[in-house]
């Protein structure tokens, strides 16, 4: 047994027979090594195994601390739940993005649905009027928290799902990459924990990775989406600063939670003073009659930050996006003007005259018709062609499928296969990061099944059925 294992396991052993008490500090380290006669290396180890155990939480400047609510947790790690806190993400996902940029590349893996269905010929016949006037370029009323004609619009649709908002809720940013990064950044500083759900949208990742934060993951619920038990396990287990979850049709996976779960989960977030940073990009490609509720309508003490944008409805090129931000206006008003500035002046001028004509609406209606239109179209190829051992996670909103392959098939080896012959594909390592169960990948099937992408379908199948074979 390592000398670190040994030390871990004889503090486990005070845990457990309640000589140290939930919260009570554990001695700093060099203390640690002065008592236990081992290196600091050793007693560092030994601290870190009790963390990824969920034994100990640490904090920032402060030492090592026993997690809180461990009787009910059978002193365990809890299986659910994981801590990553050494992330490495940002240059695959450079080296992923980079290969989409291509245009000879089937884009199978982009994040962004086919730009033939976006930019809408009105918004370009406005955005080319406001082109032509030197008032569309003064930005002095562009600038954060962002041109208040169109804050007033976005907040008149929150209001109108029962959300009460007013202009000065909203801050204006340059897509909703901008507005989620700098919610977490304004709310978080390095060492703290963060909850992320095990599969998310790799920004999540990246932004944890820059900001130098401790990533708790809790698994997605096979029926719900949203597991609550692990959720709240985790609050419980550790001093988690902020979550910031997807709880409308989630990237990558596609479900949508339940408004009971929401619920529940907002109180969860009361009771244990934790932020919500909410990425809810996809909130208007919903098929039903009803768009989703955001997080945001079942806050009642505001611990959500709702994050939105126009890329996924008329464009990423747009790059306007807002957060719903309450009482971090100032701060994360702060942060703009030390970084981007302000989002497009133009695009901001020429959004308002679209959205307060009907055409936004008309447009949502037909993309959210095609969408189902091409998304069923992949689904019936998809199942099929792909052997009975591949299962398809098919929800009814969005453009990903979420599709599990047999277990031995590596999704980052069929990426990097698929890429030599001009494919993409989005896999699995983008969004979680055990390295247990990387056989899943994420297609986008918001482009017309035409011969062409039926082929490069048929190609992804076939390498998959290879990597099948080989073992
Ligand atoms: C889940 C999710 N959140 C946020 C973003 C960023 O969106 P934007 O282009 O508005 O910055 C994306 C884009 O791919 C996304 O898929």
Redesign the pocket.
């Known amino acids: 047994m390592y000398k670190s294992e040994q030390l871990a396991r004889s503090i486990r052993a005070l845990i457990e027979n309640g000589s140290w008490q939930a919260h009570s500090k554990l001695p700093s380290l060099r203390e640690q090594v002065q008592r236990s006669g081992f290196s600091l290396m050793t007693v560092l180890n030994a601290y870190q195994e009790l963390e990824a155990q969920g034994l100990v939480y640490s904090k920032q400047k402060s030492g090592y601390f026993v997690a809180g609510n461990l009787a009910t947790q059978e002193l365990a790690h809890h299986p659910e739940t994981s801590l990553n806190d050494h992330i490495e993400i940002n240059s695959q996902v450079f080296n992923f993005l980079k290969a989409m940029q291509d245009e000879d590349v089937v884009p199978l893996g982009s994040?962004?649905p086919c730009s033939d269905l976006l930019y809408n010929s009105k918004l370009m016949q406005i955005i080319a009027q406001h082109a032509k006037r030197k008032r569309s370029y003064l930005n002095s009323d562009s600038m954060p928290p962002g041109n208040l004609e169109l804050r007033k619009i976005i907040a008149s649709r929150y209001s109108l799902q029962g959300i009460p908002t007013d202009a000065n809720d909203i801050v204006i940013?340059?897509?909703?990459?901008?507005?989620?990064n700098l919610s977490l950044q304004a709310l978080t500083k390095a060492g703290d924990y963060i909850l992320l759900q095990q599969n998310?949208?790799y920004?999540a990742w990246q932004a944890a990775e820059r900001l130098g934060l401790k990533v708790i993951t809790i698994p997605e619920h096979p029926q719900h989406g949203f597991d609550l038990a692990s959720f709240e396990a985790a609050l419980n287990q550790y001093p988690i600063k902020v979550c910031w979850l997807?709880l409308n049709t989630h990237?990558p996976i596609g479900f949508t939670v339940s408004n009971e779960i929401k619920f529940e989960i907002a109180k969860l977030l009361h009771e244990h003073q934790v932020y919500l940073i909410e990425?809810d990009?996809?909130q208007e490609l919903y098929y039903g009659v009803q768009k989703p509720l955001p997080m945001k309508y079942f806050d009642q003490h505001n611990y959500v930050l709702h994050?939105?944008?126009?890329?996924?409805t008329i464009g990423?090129g747009t790059?306007?996006?807002w957060v719903h931000v309450g009482k971090f206006s100032n701060a994360i008003q702060h942060l703009q003007l030390m970084s981007t500035l302000s989002a497009s002046t133009l695009v901001q001028h020429a959004l308002v005259d679209f959205l307060s004509s009907h055409h936004y609406e008309k447009h949502l209606r037909q993309l959210r018709l095609q969408l189902e239109h091409n998304k069923q179209a992949f689904y019936q190829f998809l199942k099929a062609h792909l052997s009975q051992d591949c299962e398809i996670y098919y929800y009814s909103s969005g453009y990903f499928l979420w599709i599990k392959l047999p277990e031995h098939v590596n999704s980052t080896v069929l990426y990097q296969q698929l890429l030599q012959q001009r494919i993409a594909i989005a896999p699995s390592s983008l969004f979680r990061l055990d390295i247990s169960s990387q056989n899943f990948i994420r297609i986008n099937c918001s482009f017309d099944l035409d011969l062409s992408m039926q082929q490069a379908l048929l190609q992804v199948i076939y390498l998959i059925q290879h990597q099948s074979d080989d073992c």
């Open positions: 994040a962004f940013t340059s897509g909703a990459l901008e507005a989620l998310i949208f920004g997807m990237n990425d990009v996809y994050c939105s944008s126009f890329s996924k990423m790059r306007i996006g």
